[in-house]
């Protein structure tokens, strides 16, 4: 594998050493044996999936996908209501790890044996397809931890441009590890995003004022108490003009300028927003009250995986925080936009999505993931310990007594926001207002799954139909 300069712009330099540096027209891709021209991968068959189960007050455009991604994202970019439309894509796909992941259960959940160019290659196709899905507005995070992120990010700039990278976020995943090994503890992954193009959907998120960062407002105002910081009210450089003449009777320092003309003063000064100094210098008054706080960064400390006994989950492993999740979907999307994750694992992006008033698709290929999602989206999450002690105790000890049968699904529980508990902290009905569907290597056993729980015939399976015929 190497990393090549292929075109070269007209800016480019000859470098001290005779070498040839890019400029800013020049890009950088990975090239990599196996490596598909982009217009063979939008050409892949798309999968043929069909309707398992539907919700009775399903909207159009809340899908539950079972099956691969590859050949279902083909298929979407063939809806006409779906392609160019998604406004946000989140994905955690494996992260290269070499492990076969298991359920708190201890039921398998999936592979993650890729490595190297395969791993590369098989995120690149269903990259290229999620491009084509995004809106002209739209975002796409890409969840990674350390070892695939930096081949991925020249991936990303070769898909989406350079220019529309936005961040690489570092998140804190869990706890302090006590490592033995002679190497730093790991608790970091990274999460990229890019936009589509440079007018995107943007709702800035920012960070409650803690005490700690409230100290910096250290003044309180006699006459209503209210808490304040002083900044100046001049700007760097000279002017000719009003700003920068003075102002009653004092004139801006040296080499500056108001930073509002006199008339926008007076009446700031009126208010009682100019502080006057004791030597008769006027700052502004910036209040606490009227800031609703700090930007976030692009380091997030507060979203750690499942960490203790306290918070909930649902026992698939990656699981990833759900809050995490809500901050994502509500920075890069509007209520009623279409979020899409088509690594679902447990469904934390499409309860994200739901809860904040946006529609979802989301697709996995394991029946564990699709059937914890259809868990999760009648039951909620639970406390950790239960999972550890109940689900995983009957899988180890046969004889340990079933628990009471509660997945009953829904074919006539609750509407949406009647108000039974789902989704650990929050509180919203079961969610049943989608469609969930499979392709023809998982009809058979999400069909199983679903009428288990629903206690419903499904009648002839259509792809066995198919498959008489030929
Ligand atoms: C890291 S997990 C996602 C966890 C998820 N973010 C959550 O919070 O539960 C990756 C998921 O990708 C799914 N997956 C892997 N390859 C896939 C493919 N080709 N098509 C669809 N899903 C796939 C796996 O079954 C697994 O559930």
Redesign the pocket.
């Known amino acids: 594998m190497a990393t090549g300069v292929p075109k070269r712009s007209r800016s480019s330099k000859t470098g001290r050493n005779g070498s040839r540096l890019g400029g800013e027209g020049s890009s950088i891709i990975l090239s990599y044996p196996g490596k598909r021209p982009e217009q063979e991968i939008l050409e892949c068959p798309p999968s043929n999936t069909h309707c398992v189960w539907q919700g009775r007050e399903a909207n159009s455009l809340n899908r539950l996908y079972a099956?691969?991604?590859?050949g279902i994202a083909s298929a979407l970019l063939q809806d006409a209501s779906i392609a160019g439309k998604v406004g946000l894509v989140y994905i955690?796909?494996?992260?290269a790890t070499q492990t076969t992941f298991h359920a708190r259960d201890l039921s398998h959940?999936?592979e993650d044996h890729l490595s190297g160019i395969d791993f590369i290659e098989f995120l690149r196709a269903r990259l290229i397809l999620l491009r084509e899905l995004l809106a002209p507005d739209g975002s796409i995070y890409l969840h990674l931890d350390a070892k695939m992120v930096f081949h991925l990010k020249i991936i990303m700039d070769e898909l989406f441009g350079p220019g529309q990278f936005r961040n690489c976020i570092t998140r804190k995943k869990c706890n302090p590890k006590n490592y033995t090994r002679k190497q730093y503890g790991n608790v970091a992954d990274y999460i990229l995003f890019y936009t589509k193009s440079d007018s995107y959907v943007w709702n800035r998120s920012l960070e409650p004022w803690t005490k700690e960062r409230a100290k910096e407002y250290q003044y309180v105002e006699a006459k209503t108490g209210r808490r304040f910081m002083k900044v100046p009210v001049h700007a760097p450089g000279t002017r000719n003009g009003e700003t920068g003449q003075p102002w009653r009777g004092v004139s801006p320092p040296p080499g500056k300028h108001w930073q509002f003309p006199p008339a926008v003063l007076d009446e700031m000064d009126d208010r009682g927003e100019i502080y006057w100094s004791p030597n008769g210098n006027p700052r502004r008054k910036v209040y606490l009250d009227e800031n609703p706080g700090i930007g976030v960064q692009d380091i997030w400390m507060d979203f750690r995986d499942a960490h203790n006994q306290n918070i909930e989950i649902t026992g698939?492993p990656?699981?990833?925080n759900q809050e995490l999740l809500r901050r994502i979907v509500k920075a890069s999307s509007m209520p009623g936009d279409l979020v899409l994750?088509?690594?679902?694992?447990?469904?934390?992006?499409l309860v994200a999505a739901e809860v904040t008033e946006r529609r979802w698709i989301g697709?996995?290929?394991?029946i564990e993931?699709i059937s914890t999602t259809l868990q999760r989206f009648v039951e909620g999450s639970r406390p950790m310990g239960d999972f550890v002690s109940l689900r995983a105790k009957q899988k180890l000890l046969p004889g340990v007594p079933s628990p009471p049968q509660q997945l009953e699904l829904p074919l006539e529980v609750d509407p949406p926001g009647s108000g039974s508990a789902v989704g650990g902290t929050t509180t919203l009905g079961a969610i049943l207002n989608f469609r969930l569907f499979a392709d023809e290597e998982m009809y058979a056993p999400v069909s199983k799954v679903v009428k288990e729980w629903s206690g419903r015939e499904f009648g002839e399976c259509p792809f066995d139909r198919v498959a008489q015929r030929k």
């Open positions: 099956g691969d991604n590859l955690d796909p494996p992260f959940a999936f698939y990656t699981e990833k994750d088509c690594f679902s694992g447990s469904g934390t992006t697709i996995d290929n394991g993931a």
